[in-house]
């Protein structure tokens, strides 16, 4: 095959029907995109301004002499650039979004109107409270939707992602043992093994052990070892349970477990990514939680591929109330008021956690989208994603191998069990590509063999779910044959299998310009 310098074809490819090559690098109507440095070049420039003069230098001497290297495109070129790129996104605006563990659902774009109004989106932080005294409301308004809908009597607003929720309630706990003078005797906590991994990560960050707890043959916390963990030992600070947990199960024995820990001196911390399951349903202080996280853009909707924006409150139970980080809103007869420091009103509070207040425009869509459901539309939100999960592991389990028996929460889990010798979960996963669908979540939880999580969310239509599963089965039937064609799918994305772990140990983040090549090579 004949390369050019950046090493695309030079002429069209056929050897297969999957593996076509076009001049272009089109596929149907989507081109190839070029990095921008091989389309761009630093002559080039999108605006046309005169040349600055009569004016002083007010940099201090301190102006660029050389050119920045920075490629420079005319705007149709940028545009199209930008474009082409984002069409390469898969996204849920473009269909079903399997990931389990993540809650990628339908973003209302009522939410974003709202978010957009002028009188919440162009405030700014440090403008006089008396000023923004609306947002304050909302986050007020916000903050008791939250603490109604777990059953809690606290919540702090500021974490901004659920992993920070996790820091904010561990660093409570901490607080709180600490007020006891039991900080430095409490030091463990207990972490199922198939928790997130933020959750262990969490625990050492704020200077716990961590110590795992085996999960039963159920999928649920292996009570005998809960026990046997408590028993022999008076360091406990508590756990941090997931519930319904990271195999898409409700821990069954939830309020044994909250019982055992209270007993034992310690803390229950459950991490409450799953909500969205639960919403509506159950409500966690209940349960007896001490602290529990909320993903905002989970739960309760706002678009978060590509790492972001996050946000995290926090609900904390009477004991751990006192220690909430500031800042934190309180009503009096003038209106609405933050408390920013470590003093007075806050005076027991562990410290701050963000420079300002939180996620303004989060807070902004999560209310926009509980008024717009109501409490029954909530309930309905956790009723659907239940079903939805239940009826793909359902459609499913007659290819696939469901990890364990009896039905599932919001996600269905399935095991690698069901494909023959030589296929992977990795392997399914690509396959889904050629399919037109984001792979599932693979390889977690990590007490399951080759785990496939997937879950579909409320969001989704029964015609949707079919087209779904009807593209998963046809997969797995290949798999449980041992197509060999499913060891180098994808074969219809631009990209094929990446040296995934090269890209982890060796990220290239700077483009160099290839070596000249004079002949291009065979
Ligand atoms: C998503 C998730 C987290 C972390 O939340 P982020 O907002 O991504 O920090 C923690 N635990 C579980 C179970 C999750 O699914």
């Known amino acids: 095959m004949t390369m050019n310098a950046t090493g695309r074809p030079t002429t069209p490819q056929i050897s297969d029907a999957h593996a076509m090559t076009t001049m272009s690098g089109s596929r149907g109507l989507l081109q190839d995109v070029g990095l921008i440095f091989e389309i761009g070049s630093p002559e080039k420039t999108g605006v046309d301004l005169p040349a600055l003069s009569g004016r002083a230098d007010r940099l201090g001497g301190v102006t660029r002499k050389t050119q920045t290297g920075l490629p420079g495109l005319s705007e149709p070129e940028a545009v199209r650039h930008y474009v082409r790129l984002s069409q390469r996104n898969y996204a849920i605006d473009l269909g079903l979004f399997p990931l389990g563990s993540c809650t990628m659902k339908h973003n209302p774009r009522l939410n974003e109107k709202i978010a957009r109004l002028p009188g919440f989106a162009d405030i700014h932080p440090l403008q006089p409270q008396r000023t923004v005294q609306g947002a304050l409301a909302l986050i007020d308004e916000l903050a008791t939707w939250l603490k109604t809908l777990t059953g809690m009597p606290a919540v702090a607003m500021s974490p901004k992602a659920g992993a920070h929720g996790e820091l904010c309630g561990m660093l409570a706990i901490r607080a709180a043992l600490q007020a006891r003078g039991q900080g430095e005797i409490r030091k463990r906590v207990l972490v199922p093994e198939s928790a997130h991994g933020t959750n262990p990560a969490t625990a050492v960050q704020c200077g716990f052990v961590v110590d795992e707890i085996k999960a039963n043959a159920r999928g649920r916390v292996d009570m005998d070892d809960l026990r046997a963990k408590l028993e022999s030992s008076d360091d406990i600070a508590g756990i941090m349970l997931t519930n319904p947990n990271t195999c898409g199960l409700f821990e069954t024995d939830i309020k044994e477990i909250a019982d055992l820990i209270h007993n034992a001196g310690g803390y229950f911390y459950c991490d409450g990514a799953n909500f969205n399951a639960i919403v509506g349903r159950v409500r966690p202080g209940d349960l007896g939680v001490d602290a529990m996280h909320?993903?905002?853009?989970?739960?309760?909707?706002?678009?978060?591929?590509?790492?972001?924006?996050?946000?995290?409150?926090?609900?904390?139970?009477?004991?751990?109330?006192?220690?909430?980080?500031?800042?934190?809103?309180?009503?009096?007869?003038?209106?609405?008021?933050?408390?920013?420091?470590?003093?007075?009103?806050?005076?027991?509070?562990?410290?701050?956690?963000?420079?300002?207040?939180?996620?303004?425009?989060?807070?902004?869509?999560?209310?926009?989208?509980?008024?717009?459901?109501?409490?029954?539309?909530?309930?309905?939100?956790?009723?659907?994603?239940?079903?939805?999960?239940?009826?793909?592991?359902?459609?499913?389990?007659?290819?696939?191998?469901?990890?364990?028996?009896?039905?599932?929460?919001?996600?269905?889990?399935?095991?690698?069990?069901?494909?023959?010798?030589?296929?992977?979960?990795?392997?399914?996963?690509?396959?889904?590509?050629?399919?037109?669908?984001?792979?599932?979540t693979m390889y977690f939880p990590l007490v399951v063999h080759g785990a496939m999580l997937i879950e579909p969310t409320e969001t989704e239509s029964k015609q949707e779910l079919d087209r779904f599963c009807a593209s998963l089965e046809s997969i797995a039937r290949r798999a449980g044959q041992g197509d060999e064609s499913l060891k180098t799918a994808p074969h219809l994305a631009p990209m094929k299998r990446l040296d995934e772990t090269q890209a982890a140990r060796k990220p290239i983040l700077k483009w160099s310009p290839p070596a000249p090549q004079a002949v291009a090579a065979e």
């Open 294 to 440: 909320i993903n905002l853009h989970k739960t309760f909707s706002t678009p978060h591929g590509g790492g972001g924006p996050g946000s995290g409150p926090t609900v904390l139970s009477d004991a751990l109330a006192p220690y909430a980080p500031v800042p934190f809103v309180i009503k009096n007869d003038d209106g609405f008021r933050l408390v920013e420091s470590v003093a007075k009103d806050g005076a027991q509070s562990f410290g701050r956690m963000v420079a300002f207040h939180g996620q303004m425009g989060m807070f902004t869509r999560a209310l926009a989208y509980m008024l717009s459901h109501g409490t029954d539309g909530l309930k309905q939100v956790a009723e659907d994603a239940v079903l939805n999960a239940n009826y793909i592991q359902a459609r499913l389990k007659h290819v696939m191998t469901p990890a364990f028996d009896g039905y599932c929460m919001h996600e269905a889990l399935f095991s690698d069990a069901f494909t023959a010798e030589g296929i992977e979960t990795m392997d399914i996963a690509k396959a889904l590509i050629d399919e037109g669908y984001h792979p599932m």
